[in-house]
């Protein structure tokens, strides 16, 4: 792309930002979905996911659709708050009302404190109103290309090592490139677990996350002792607890593996707090965290200005909330790398569209908005709501 596309690029994309819309309604449905197996972490063991699509109509006829899982361990919400929080301030903040995506999106980040899953899910309704209203891809409306990809990962959670072997067995030769192991509280049960995945996958890279799971001296430790055993890390992922940065920072200059904060960053603020301590080398950012896809960005702004890169990643999400943070990934030069397989552990994968995956490589499919098809209310219903309206 030449210089005078780029400032005709630019130019293009701060006219769409600045067309006024306005909001008819919003809606929310519950949804409850099986796993196929249960996902086991350092913090919970999830078998299905109970999860709220926001739904928003602008004038026209357009729509759009957002959605949240409950995620009450991090957010502390519930498929209850999310859905009150989307019928009551967050409907009253957005329904009726008019401006650009931004004064929309501002308008959701001060509805009410907290919430930032709900929020998200407004916003990114909001959001793929918006695109499709101008008929084009989110991505491009953010910045990116259409036919950018980046490689995804898949998880192995927590479990007995002979598990935990299995599955990433399972994994690579399902095309799986890149091996994301959760790790717990138990050292030597975590040597065991990490050694297993190893044997049955010797050739997947791997990305180690402990879930806030050690004491800075543990971690040290435990990942000098991987480096010496010839581990082929990517990173290890928030291995002491988020509000120690003091710790964070120890810990990424006595190794030589890349540490990154998840539990650490929120917002723009956390952000930029991290890489002036030099605390962590590498950041992740979720929606489910970050309240949508604004403050998303202005954390991978921080970090691209710091020299920093960024992964986008996601909790138990269903397929429109892994969507959204594709395109968000793909847009930003920051983001490098993408956590997003959750919608591969659902017994049902809907609505159609939004992405595809290949050996490991995720790419968006295009058309309006997030290139999903709207998911009704009678889809993997949660009881007893259903569509609130």
């Known amino acids: 792309m030449s210089g005078d596309d780029t400032v005709a690029e630019t130019f293009v994309l701060r006219e769409t930002a600045a067309e006024p819309m306005t909001v008819v309604a919003v809606r929310a449905h519950r949804h409850r979905a099986p796993l196929l197996r249960p996902f086991v972490t350092a913090a919970r063991r999830t078998e299905a996911v109970e999860y709220v699509v926001a739904e928003v109509e602008l004038t026209g006829g357009v729509l759009g659709q957002g959605s949240a899982a409950e995620t009450v361990a991090v957010t502390g919400e519930s498929a209850e708050t999310i859905t009150a929080a989307l019928t009551g301030p967050l409907r009253r903040a957005l329904e009726g009302t008019g401006g650009t995506i931004l004064e929309l999106s501002a308008r959701i980040a001060g509805a009410l404190e907290g919430a930032t899953s709900a929020k998200a899910a407004l916003e990114v309704a909001v959001h793929d109103a918006w695109a499709r209203r101008l008929d084009a891809p989110l991505v491009e409306l953010l910045g990116g290309r259409i036919g950018d ?7 192995i959670s927590l479990e007995d090592p002979e598990v935990m072997a299995t599955r990433a ?26 050694a297993a995945v190893v044997e049955a996958a010797p050739g997947a890279r791997l990305r180690l996350d402990a879930n806030q799971g050690w004491e800075p001296e543990q971690a040290i430790d435990i990942i000098t002792g991987f480096v010496a055993d010839g581990l082929p890390l990517d990173l290890v992922e928030q291995p002491v607890a988020a509000a120690n940065i003091e710790g964070l920072a120890r810990v990424s200059a006595a190794v030589e593996v890349p540490i990154m904060a998840d539990e650490s960053v929120w917002d723009a603020a956390d952000a930029r707090r991290l890489v002036e301590a030099d605390a962590v080398d590498l950041l992740n950012i979720k929606l ?3 309240g949508g896809l604004r403050g998303a960005l202005a954390i991978a702004d921080v970090a691209r200005e710091a020299g920093v890169e960024c992964m986008v990643g ?17 847009a930003h030069p920051a983001i490098t790398m993408i956590d997003l397989d959750p919608p591969a552990w659902f017994a049902s994968d809907v609505p159609a569209g939004g992405y595809v995956q290949d050996s490991g490589w995720l790419r968006l499919t295009g058309g309006p908005g997030l290139g999903l098809d709207r998911l009704g209310a009678d889809v993997d219903p949660s009881d007893p709501i259903g569509d609130d309206r």
Do not use: C, F, W, Y
Not at 149 to 155: H, I, K, V
Not at 170 to 189: F, H, P, S, T
């Open 288 to 290: 489910a965290k970050t």
């Open 149 to 155: 990809g980046l490689m995804n990962d898949m998880t």
């Open 314 to 330: 996601a909790m138990m999400e269903p397929r429109i909330s892994i969507t959204a943070a594709a395109h968000l990934a793909i």
């Open 169 to 194: 067995r399972e994994a690579v030769v399902g095309g799986e490139q890149v091996l994301k192991i959760k790790l717990g509280r138990d050292i030597d049960e975590d040597r065991r677990r990490l």
